[in-house]
């Protein structure tokens, strides 16, 4: 993420809609807004790691993490939302 300094403002765990973010991305200019969250697989409770992706990507929704890139004027169709998940080595990325 340091490579990406001069394109983007890169906040984590901050305040936005009803929560917290785990990593936002805000563009400096004409890329798009970029939204992470991320999840640790607890192999008792959870059986999948793409239960854990569809988990994250729910979380950002339902928190309304987008909140504040839309405050910012950026556009909705241009915020992608990732969802991570991760147990030990192994990790899955969906959107």
């Known amino acids: 993420m340091v490579d990406l300094a001069d394109r983007y403002r890169i906040t ?14 805000e563009p400096k200019r004409g890329d798009d807004g970029i939204i992470l969250e991320f999840k640790v697989q607890d192999e008792e409770e959870e059986k999948e790691l793409s239960d854990m992706v569809q988990a994250a990507l ?10 504040a ?27």
Do not use: T
């Not at 729910?58 to 909140?67: M, W």
């Not at 915020?79 to 998940?85: L, N």
């Open 58 to 67: 729910l979380q950002i929704e339902r928190k309304n993490y987008e909140a």
């Open 12 to 25: 984590s765990n901050r305040e936005s809609g009803l929560g917290r973010y785990d990593v936002m991305l």
């Open 69 to 95: 890139l839309l405050a910012k004027g950026i556009p909705q169709d241009r915020i992608r939302k990732y969802g991570f998940a991760f147990c030990g080595k192994k990790v899955l990325i969906g959107r």
